[in-house]
């Protein structure tokens, strides 16, 4: 086996193993006649500190920050509750991305490393069962599921990514990070791991292929 030292590849869950929330945050923006972008651009003013970043590490109650996050956005100029973003998070797992966790498992340890609530049914946020069956499988396939709402730390703090490394045994330098968000792969990238930016997930799984030398893209494509 190839994979450059390789020992273990850590995988973001929204926008990478599953569909992106952006896009039923852009949807409701546009049914609800809000400016595109305005929710991602919410949690990103003062994007340590704001409702968003305080309930992802658990800091503070849904009552909490169905409050706060209402304060937020009517400063901006339209009124949205914490509660009405919940929903949004719901996504869809691509199944190509999870034959290539299949695909790895005999070589690799695989984590998920995810930016999640302390609220619903943790990772894809869904109530509809046999959505949430297929998030439950997905997340079945790593040897551990770190959730910011549990370790009191959120991605792109640098100790999310420490106690992820010290859960998994393993040096920076022998990580390969997949994330869909430039700012949660900065950190990880000055750590030491190999990190790749998924925009589009074929383009990711091929680049995962060079990174691991190994074929990957039959998996994915099924």
């Given amino acids: 086996m190839g994979g450059n030292n390789i020992e273990a590849v850590f995988w973001d869950f929204g926008g990478v193993i599953a569909e992106s929330p952006f896009d039923n945050m852009n949807r409701f923006e546009r049914e609800r006649g809000l400016p595109r972008d305005f929710l991602r651009m919410t949690n990103a003013q003062n994007p340590h500190d704001n409702a968003w970043a305080r309930f992802e590490r658990g800091d503070i109650s849904l009552e909490e920050f169905d409050r706060l996050f209402l304060e937020e956005t009517r400063a901006r100029g339209h009124a949205v509750s914490g509660r009405e973003l919940l929903p949004l998070l719901a996504v869809d797992v691509r199944p190509g991305m999870v034959?290539?966790?299949?695909?790895l498992a005999p070589h690799f340890l695989q984590a998920c490393l995810t930016n999640n609530l302390p609220v619903g049914h943790g990772a894809g946020m869904s109530h509809d069962p046999d959505h949430a069956a297929r998030v439950r499988e997905a997340m079945n396939r790593f040897a551990f599921v770190q959730?910011?709402?549990k370790s009191g730390a959120r991605k792109p703090e640098p100790a999310f990514y420490e106690?992820?490394?010290?859960?998994?045994?393993v040096r920076p330098e022998k990580v390969v990070f997949l994330d869909d968000l430039g700012i949660n792969l900065k950190p990880a990238r000055a750590m030491g791991m190999r990190t790749i930016k998924v925009a589009r997930a074929e383009d990711a799984v091929r680049e995962l292929e060079g990174i691991l030398e190994m074929t990957l893209l039959p998996a994915y494509c099924g």
């Fill in 147 to 149: 959730e910011s709402s």
């Fill in 163 to 169: 106690s992820a490394c010290k859960r998994a045994g």
């Fill in 99 to 103: 034959r290539v966790l299949d695909a």
